[in-house]
């Protein structure tokens, strides 16, 4: 069934049959927007307001102006003390910012998808109507989130670790994210990945990553790929999935190393990656780790959730204590508790 079909049956699933018993309390929300998210994103925002109003929640929002505002505004949101969800309405860079704010935190994260991938939305079962994601907001059960943190080096250093919720990649796909043109982004949303992908494909060099893993049973493996995409969860760039067994909800990745460079082999990934087969190809490996470790020459950069973050070489590991997601009462995944 196509993703937006699957998206709509979601949708009717939910304004069908999501009447769970209320909170014992209504959920204090604190709502961080940003306004260059999605189309009509003004309205949608006032949407799911309206209805977190109408459920109960009592809702404080604020807009974010520049880059680094989503996790300001959530740190703040858990010092006052008075909330008990920040809920991120936006695109996958928000909800990044809005969970790097909460880390460390009891304070629950919620998701009103307004971007261009949503990819933890998909990975979640969150609704992409306003108005019903509002109401997993209000009455959804709590799941853990493990974040992946990215640790620089003496080379490359970050001022301290930079953490991401779904994925982080290195070579061409870190590549296409770092060089992607922001208007045509705003106009276009993913097709301008896809355009970026073609176009960058003829000049891109392909130089080689080195990649050292280690596993959760404690074994080091080492692979040389064109590119390297280390999974926190299922998908990657919207309703595709790349890491089958991976689980937000456990402290681990999976790695999916794509050994072969060229322009073919980046079409051929990408053709098998949207039949949802790519770890079927013999020149694909899908190693689980606790820790990734990546080198690339001339500091080549690293994306994390669709924004370049950091620079080769660097360290990735999970974060120790997980941020308490709200998904849907009918989603699957593991509790965090009520």
Excluded at 51 to 71: H, I, K, M, Q
Aim: proline share 8%.
């Amino acid at each position: 069934m196509p993703a937006k079909s699957l998206q709509r049956f979601a949708d009717g699933v939910l304004a069908l049959t999501s009447a769970p018993a209320p909170q014992a309390q209504p959920r204090r929300v604190c709502l961080i927007a940003n306004p260059a998210a999605g189309q009509g994103r003004g309205q949608r925002v006032r949407r799911a307001v309206a209805r977190l109003e109408s459920l109960g929640c009592p809702v404080r929002w604020a807009l974010t102006e520049r880059p680094g505002d989503a996790t300001r505004l959530a740190r703040e949101a858990v010092a006052r003390g008075d909330v008990d969800v920040v809920v991120a309405a936006g695109g996958d860079g928000t909800i990044n910012e809005v969970a790097n704010g909460l880390v460390g935190s009891a304070v629950a994260l919620g998701v009103i998808p307004l971007g261009t991938a949503n990819v933890l939305a998909i990975e979640a079962g969150v609704p992409r109507r306003p108005e019903h994601a509002a109401q997993v907001i209000a009455t959804g059960r709590l799941r853990p989130l493990y974040l992946g943190e990215v640790r620089g080096s003496a080379e490359t250093p970050l001022g301290g670790p930079r953490r991401f919720v779904m994925m982080a990649g290195a070579g061409f796909d870190a590549h296409v994210v770092d060089t992607v043109d922001l208007g045509l982004k705003r106009r276009t949303g993913a097709l301008a990945y896809a355009w970026g992908a073609f176009h960058r494909a003829f000049r891109y060099t392909f130089p080689s990553c080195l990649v050292s893993v280690t596993t959760p049973d404690g074994r080091e493996i080492e692979a040389e790929a064109s590119t390297v995409v280390v999974c926190n969860g299922r998908h990657y760039g919207g309703p595709f999935v790349a890491a089958p067994r991976a689980d937000i909800s456990q402290p681990t990745f999976q790695v999916v190393v794509l050994t072969r460079p060229g322009l073919i082999n980046a079409a051929r990934y990408g053709a098998w990656l949207m039949l949802g087969r790519l770890e079927h190809l013999p020149d694909v490996r899908v190693i689980e780790a606790t820790r990734v470790r990546i080198h690339l020459q001339d500091a080549e950069p690293l994306q994390a959730d669709g924004d370049t973050i950091a620079h080769m070489p660097v360290e990735i590991v999970m974060t120790p204590q997980p941020v308490s997601l709200i998904v849907p009462d009918w989603a699957p995944g593991n509790d965090a508790g009520a």
